[in-house]
T-cell receptor, first 115, second 116 residues
Framework: DTGVSQNPRHKITKRGQNVTFRCDPISEHNRLYWYRQTLGQGPEFLTYFQNEAQLEKSRLLSDRFSAERPKGSFSTLEIQRTEQGDSAMYLC?????????????FGEGSWLTVV | AQKITQTQPGMFVQEKEAVTLDCTYDTSDQSYGLFWYKQPSSGEMIFLIYQGSYDEQNATEGRYSLNFQKARKSANLVISASQLGDSAMYFCAMREPYYGNNRLAFGKGNQVVVIP
């Protein structure tokens, strides 16, 4: 039984470059989420997929950010023209459609440092 | 406005003792869910325990229990018999309203250090 898998775990990039993160959710989970966490804060919601459909986007998700979930399995989060303010940990999570609380299970996160 | 408030400073806990982490929340919905997560230094957010607003009994999961006081809007986490591996940040989160909402709102977390 594997959990939510994210890669790369760490990424250092120069300002202005594009970066892409991949997330593989728990296999039977239809719902997939992306969150962002900065130092000293709790995670903040970015976006939500139900299967392949992106149903919710936070206002935090500027037009430089794009997330996809082709075929309703893995997901990618791309950040274009990175800025120093994008430095954060990007957490992917998944949940089933049913179950106690539709509990959301998180991956280990992808740390992004923009220099 | 903050939906979830966690204001305790970092805590040092003696191994094998119990620790209580405070969480208060703000909502006008009747249907909501409360969650606690543990985040060790590795970064992974580990689900610990869930409490639904309509659940009459306090949730328990092994050494974790949730002291749910609905009228006070508090959902404190109790960790019994602390272990060294419990050293981590602990986050309280809420989904409200429970149905039709896919976002969790998190507090800023409580730092716990277990000492031998």
């Amino acid at each position: 039984d594997t959990g939510v898998s994210q890669n790369p775990r760490h990424k250092i990039t120069k300002r202005g470059q594009n970066v892409t993160f991949r997330c593989d959710p728990i296999s039977e989970h239809n719902r997939l989420y992306w969150y962002r966490q900065t130092l000293g804060q709790g995670p903040e919601f970015l976006t939500y997929f139900q299967n392949e459909a992106q149903l919710e986007k936070s206002r935090l998700l500027s037009d430089r950010f794009s997330a996809e979930r082709p075929k309703g399995s893995f997901s990618t989060l791309e950040i274009q023209r990175t800025e120093q303010g994008d430095s954060a940990m990007y957490l992917c999570a998944s949940s089933p459609d049913r179950g106690p609380g539709n509990t959301i299970y998180f991956g280990e996160g992808s740390w992004l440092t923009v220099v | 406005a903050q939906k979830i408030t966690q204001t305790q400073p970092g805590m040092f806990v003696q191994e094998k003792e119990a620790v209580t982490l405070d969480c208060t929340y703000d909502t006008s919905d009747q249907s909501y869910g409360l969650f606690w997560y543990k985040q060790p230094s590795s970064g992974e957010m580990i689900f610990l325990i869930y409490q639904g607003s309509y659940d009459e009994q306090n949730a328990t999961e092994g050494r974790y229990s949730l002291n749910f006081q609905k009228a006070r809007k508090s959902a404190n986490l109790v960790i019994s018999a602390s272990q060294l591996g419990d050293s981590a940040m602990y986050f309280c989160a809420m989904r409200e309203p429970y149905y039709g909402n896919n976002r969790l709102a998190f507090g800023k977390g409580n730092q716990v250090v277990v000492i031998p």
